[in-house]
């Protein structure tokens, strides 16, 4: 007898420029979540994040390291994790495998910062996208001005989410701004 067909499963992708906040964002969000009595995975989607602050359900550094890509094929961080990115969105098998047994859990996808992989570059997309397909659907933007956060509207439409609200480090907006 086949099984019973996965529950649809429900996350944020946090997706902002370096620095940010997208990692921090993902610890205090997860740990407000689990106060709550959710089931929480964070999911790092960015070769690039060393020493996480939090508890790491799936790590695409198990699948591809950007030191390696590096070095391999004398890349700067820039290219490697553009590589890196592809590399995942070749082997999304890999990724679904990790997915699918923490159906139940809200997911927290902490995405590298690179801008280009939101504006001009299409392997976050079709990685968002391919997870609507296992019907994953995902959520958010970050930014650190409110600038940022407006450009995070492009990204918005590029990255194809069912929705993309946009957050802002206020605090470290001076009170004499609007
Ligand atoms: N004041 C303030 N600082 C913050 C906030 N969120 C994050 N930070 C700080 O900003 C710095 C960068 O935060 P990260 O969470 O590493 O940012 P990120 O977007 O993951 O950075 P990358 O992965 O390098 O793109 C850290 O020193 C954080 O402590 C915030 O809401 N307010
Ligand atoms: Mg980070």
Request: net charge neutral; with cysteine.
């Amino acid at each position: 007898m086949a099984g019973a067909a996965p529950a649809t499963a429900f996350g944020q992708a946090v997706i902002g420029p370096p620095g940010s906040g997208k990692t921090t964002y993902c610890l205090g969000m997860s740990e407000f979540l689990r106060a709550l009595g959710r089931r929480v995975a964070v999911v790092n989607l960015d070769p690039a994040n060393e020493g996480l602050p939090y508890e790491c359900a799936v790590d695409v550094g198990e699948l591809v390291g950007l030191g390696d890509v590096m070095d391999a094929l004398r890349l700067g961080p820039n290219g490697g994790l553009l590589y890196c990115m592809e590399y995942l969105e070749a082997n999304l098998d890999w990724l679904r495998a990790k997915l699918d047994p923490l159906r139940g859990h809200y997911f927290l996808f902490d995405c590298p910062g690179q801008v280009e992989l939101c504006t001009h570059h299409g392997a976050l997309r079709s990685i968002f996208s391919q997870m609507a397909q296992w019907d994953l659907r995902v959520r958010l933007g970050l930014g650190r001005s409110i600038l940022q956060v407006e450009q995070l509207r492009k990204t918005g439409s590029t990255v194809k989410m069912d929705e993309c609200r946009k957050l802002s480090t206020r605090d470290l907006t001076s009170n004499k701004c609007d």
